[in-house]
């Protein structure tokens, strides 16, 4: 008894994940799909708890039945669906909606067996057959078969490096980055082994009060808790342990408080839109009582060149498209900084297909993937040779991800049209005519 009503434990997480997003998440890209997910999840467990304390032919019996037989084959999809989503490779293909057809068939089937036999027939000894048959062996099946597909979708999932990688031991323990795909994976399939026993077990998983049930009924709220609050962070790509002290907000005390709300900034700035800087530039400025953050003066600017590539189509870009992705990886991270650094070493840095990356620079910049980098390093030497006027050539072009001396120098004539030495020289002239 204690251990059935232990079930409902995980039918309340699930129920109060649906509420805390309703009410704090309900603008993610995957708010529609996790609430439908969750209450499928929620109404299974339950019809499995009622059904293990309902006798067999009871009212409760066969109306939790009937509910199990509707969520029951709607997780697995849902779950794909969800997954897919945060793959950010959601399609709106008609036939992936089909799924829809199981659930509702074995539930309508039930129901019409149920008022048919039950009702007119008065419990004839055929309808019983037939309703064991649709509840249990058809059942079981259609579960079968969806938790067969799957593990053939994690399979070519991995195969294909779709989901974005990570360690969830480094995650947990070495506060590393983690795809938040592969993590919801790796929590969401625990139910799904857990469903996997109960067809193989039948009822007497949770009938019988031992030990693989309590541990079944503790796993399913383990996950339903940490699936629900990952799921708060929508569709973003990668999370960390860092993350989750800035969802929380106010985790800190006086002696870390800076730290952390230095870090919940950064991540704020990296979201921000252009227009939303500025409004938050001239509030910091007010606030400060500092006239330059109203001037429109910048402290540290971008390279000029770089900012027209890149500032040309920003605009245009979803928050965590390939593009915007990349351009961070270059103009936050600096990785064109890598004297050897490949298109693959970039791919593999945005978790996707060398192909895709030269397809979008070539596309959104019409530019190959070695001239953009070569303009990045250009635009990065300028800046670095007006702040280090005595620096050698060699020493710029080690600090500006070139391979020698004598590339810098050819790179950098056939980008501006003049050498390193000629271009200062007429910087310098500007500046004493002004």
Not at 50 to 62: D, F, P, Q
Not at 204 to 226: K, Q
Request: hydrophobic share 45%; with cysteine.
């Amino acid at each position: 008894m204690l251990l059935t009503l232990y079930l409902f434990l995980p039918v309340a997480t699930c129920l109060l994940w649906v509420l805390i997003h309703l009410m704090v998440a309900s603008r993610t890209d995957t708010f529609h799909i996790f609430v439908p997910l969750f209450l499928a999840c929620g109404a299974y467990i339950f019809a499995e708890a009622c059904h293990a304390l309902a006798e067999h032919g009871s009212s409760l019996y066969i109306v939790t039945t009937l509910i199990g037989m509707l969520a029951g084959p709607s997780i697995v999809p849902l779950l794909i669906t969800y997954l897919h989503r945060l793959m950010h490779s959601a399609r709106s293909n008609p036939l992936s909606h089909l799924w829809i057809i199981f659930p509702t068939g074995l539930f309508f089937g039930g129901l019409l067996l149920y008022i048919v036999g039950f009702q007119m027939l008065d419990g004839d000894d055929q309808v019983h057959k037939m309703f064991h048959l649709v509840t249990e062996d058809i059942y079981n099946v259609i579960l079968g078969a969806e938790l067969v597909y799957l593990l053939l979708f994690v399979i070519r999932t991995l195969r294909q490096k779709r989901l974005i990688p990570g360690s969830i031991f480094s995650f947990l323990f070495k506060e590393k980055k983690i795809g938040l795909a592969r993590l919801q994976l790796a929590v969401g399939l625990i139910p799904m082994f857990v469903m996997a026993g109960r067809i193989g077990f039948g009822e007497n998983l949770y009938g019988n009060e031992t030990l693989i049930a309590v541990i079944s009924a503790t796993l399913l709220f383990i996950s339903a808790f940490f699936f629900g609050f990952n799921a708060l962070f929508g569709n973003q790509p990668i999370i960390n342990i860092t993350d989750y002290k800035i969802l929380l907000r106010y985790n800190y005390n006086k002696d870390n408080k800076a730290e952390t709300v230095e870090s919940m900034m950064n991540d704020l700035l990296d979201d921000a839109e252009e227009e939303a800087l500025k409004r938050i530039q001239e509030k910091i400025g007010e606030n400060l009582h500092i006239d330059v953050w109203k001037s429109g003066e910048k402290t540290e600017q971008m390279p000029m060149l770089a900012e027209k590539i890149f500032s040309a189509v920003s605009n245009s870009w979803d928050e965590d498209s390939l593009a915007s992705r990349f351009q961070h990886l270059m103009m936050d991270q600096h990785v064109f900084l890598q004297p050897k650094l490949t298109l693959d070493d970039v791919a593999e840095s945005l978790r996707t297909n060398k192909t895709y990356v030269s397809k979008m620079v070539n596309n959104t910049y019409n530019l190959g993937f070695p001239e953009l980098i070569n303009i990045l390093r250009v635009d990065y030497a300028e800046q670095y040779i007006l702040s280090h006027r005595e620096a050698k050539q060699e020493e710029i072009a080690q600090q500006c991800g070139f391979l020698s001396a004598s590339s810098f120098n050819t790179i950098f004539k056939k980008i501006t049209g003049m050498t390193p030495k000629m271009w200062i020289a007429s910087i310098d002239r500007q500046s004493k005519e002004q």
